[in-house]
């Protein structure tokens, strides 16, 4: 795969998820049973653990699907 098409690729994802943005934003992600928050005066940390998990997996399944029908 040339280094164009996945400029194209990678710009067409972006827009993609620019227009699902809203919809997006309103999915209880980064709010999962998993994810670590300490909340005390003063500090906050939080620690999206099983957020991020998942986040992996659906990068590569999609970077799989990318893959099997470009090569």
Known sequence: MSVQKIFILIGILFIVIGLLFPYL?????????????????????????????LLSILISVILWIIRKFFN
């Open 25 to 53: 934003s309103k999915l209880p992600l980064f709010k999962l049973p998993g994810d670590i928050v300490v909340d005390k005066p003063n500090f906050k940390f939080y620690f999206p653990i099983t957020s991020m998990i």
